[in-house]
Each structure stands twice: as C-alpha cells, then as structure tokens.
C-alpha cells in the first residue's frame, strides 16, 4: 500500500509543478534541493524526508492539507480495474535520451508467485467461463478482446490492461476477424 501513497504523492508533486510552469530546476533552487531529487521523486523513484516533502509542497504555494486532501479518502477497490493505454502514466529518467517510460500499473501485492503467459485467441474460438485462484492481469498487445467477468462484459484494445481477481467466472473472446494478443500475469498467494 506505501507504494500506492509515494506513486500518488509523486504525481501530485509533478501536477503541481506543470500547473504553476516550475522546471525542475526552479523547484529544486525554491526548495533547497537538488534538481536530480526532484526528478526522482516526480518518478516514484526516491521517497523525501519529511522535512524535504514539506519544503517542495511550501515552494508549490498548496496548502498542506489540499496537497494530502484526497489521499486519506478510503478508496474502494473495484473487483476489476481497466487501465486505458490513454491513461498510462509518461514518465521520464535523468541522464537517459530516447527512452519513453510509460507507468501501466502500480499496486502492492501480497507475497505471490508470478506465472507469465501470452496468450493468442483467434476468432471464433470458444471456452467456458473459468476461475482461476490468482489476481490476474492483462495487457492487450494486439487486437480486441471481449471480458465476460462475474456478468460484465469489458471491450479492450491493443494497450488496453485489465486486473481482477480470477475467482470471479471469466472468460475472454476475441472481436473482430484478427485474432487477439496478451501478456497475462497471474499473481498466486496464499490469499487466492
């Protein structure tokens, strides 16, 4: 869950940012740190002291409570998340030219055991809905796919992701006359 946290307080930094026209470079001299630092942390790649934190959220002019307001809603969990290839996250590295870093997904899991798969179907294929005791995710590498989870029907395209937990009856079908192409990513733990 800390990950979720550091992800989301790493975007908000960032959003805060690009709002007010701040380059990194003007952020970092307003908060007394370096340049890199606030690279890494709009990355999610290094987490700031407290003090540090709160000297960044002073120089961005917001107060505190605005800047953690959403965070401490509770979230719920939806039993399937669709992450839309539009909705990827762009990110980028210092010292790295001709690199496009794209954020698809970040969630804490429990201690599992990964099983990697792609998977192809092809038009007109068929197969009865199933269960699978794991979180399962998807991402569509090639045509659309057709998600039957739990009575929902989900229409996903190339750069399309989906996660849910494989216990709900799911089944996927490939639409079009193209066959259909994914990485899946099961998750097995002792919770599924």
Known sequence: MESIY???????IKKYRLDKQLTIQELAEMSGVTKGLISQIENGRSIPSMPVL???IHSLDVAVNEFFGDMI???????VLIMRSENYTSFEKEDAVGFFYHRILMKDIAASTLDIVLLTINPNSQRPMVQTAALEYKYILSGAVEYNIDGKTYTLNAGDSILFNGMLPHV?????????????????????
């Open 73 to 79: 809603k509770p979230v719920k969990e939806e039993p």
């Open 172 to 192: 996927p079908k490939a639409v079009g006359a193209a066959p259909a192409t994914m990485i899946i990513i099961y998750f097995f733990s002792e919770e599924h």
């Open 54 to 56: 709160f000297k960044i």
């Open 6 to 12: 550091i992800l989301e307080i790493s975007k908000k």
